[in-house]
């Protein structure tokens, strides 16, 4: 069984940083596709950033964080990390972490219905 716990949400200002983590088990292969997705008051669901955990430097962005989130993993723990910076009013929301067994396909990595496994997702709110 897939579990992900999601850590580090939480409130900054308008500029500020914050660093999400989400930790995986149950995965169920060597090398999977691990992303995070946002969702706002009223608003759907946005894939911001992917990672597909063989080949570190194959990650896809939202075009709305590209420049100001890095996501990021760490094998040893089975944790990937989005970094969030420069945050913005139109940020806020509820992060989620999904995870898919395997290798998602490229153009379907930013979208929910390719991923299986969802964490509860920590809140991030921006103030001015």
């Known amino acids: 069984q897939v579990q992900l716990a999601e850590s580090g949400g939480g409130s900054v200002q308008v500029g500020g940083s914050l660093r999400l983590s989400c930790a995986a088990s149950?995965?169920?292969?060597?090398?999977?596709?691990i992303a995070w997705f946002r969702q706002g008051t009223g608003k759907e669901r946005e894939g911001v950033a992917d990672i597909w955990t063989g080949n570190i430097s194959d990650t896809r962005y939202a075009e709305s964080v590209k420049g100001r989130y890095i996501i990021s993993q760490e094998n040893a723990k089975n944790t990937v990390y989005v970094q969030m910076n420069n945050l913005r009013p139109e940020d806020p929301g509820m992060y989620y972490c999904?995870?898919?067994?395997?290798?998602?396909?490229?153009?379907?990595?930013?979208?929910?219905?390719?991923?299986?496994?969802w964490g509860q997702g920590p809140q991030v709110t921006v103030s001015p």
């Open positions: 999904a995870a898919a067994g395997g290798m998602v396909r490229f153009r379907l990595r930013l979208s929910a219905g390719a991923y299986a496994s």
């Open positions: 149950g995965l169920p292969y060597s090398v999977n596709t």
